[in-house]
């Protein structure tokens, strides 16, 4: 089992930054690929960003450019610097591991086993 907390979400004005962290632990040695996905009310759950145990690293368009996500292997945490927010990023924000390489992709939902929480983004005009 692999357990998930993200913390860092909050309130923020259009053009602001955010820094979402995923603490993980358990058995994180299963695990191949880690990511970040969001839900904004009334849609789907959408990937965001991932970056598998290689180091290779996929964006949604939507966020090209304006996020990074990252990690610290030793510190167990996982990253997401988002930048230059808009509105339309207002959602609930998941961190997910998966057992399935990414390799520069953004896997389905479907394929990540274990999922945290979630904390929330939210950004005004």
């Known amino acids: 089992q692999v357990q998930l907390v993200e913390s860092g979400g909050g309130s923020v004005q259009a053009g602001g930054s955010l820094r979402l962290s995923c603490g993980a632990s358990g058995y994180i040695a299963s695990i191949a690929c880690m990511g970040w996905f969001r839900q904004a009310p009334g849609k789907e759950r959408e990937g965001v960003a991932t970056?598998?145990?290689?180091?290779?690293?996929g964006y949604a368009h939507s966020v090209k450019g304006r996020v990074t996500i990252s990690e610290d292997n030793a510190k167990k945490t996982l990253y997401l610097q988002m930048n230059s927010l808009k509105p339309e990023d207002t959602a609930m924000y998941y961190c997910a591991a998966s057992r399935i390489y990414c390799g520069g992709g953004l896997l389905p939902a479907a394929n990540f086993a274990y999922w945290g929480q979630g904390t929330q983004v939210t950004v005004s005009s």
């Open positions: 970056i598998d145990a290689y180091g290779s690293i």
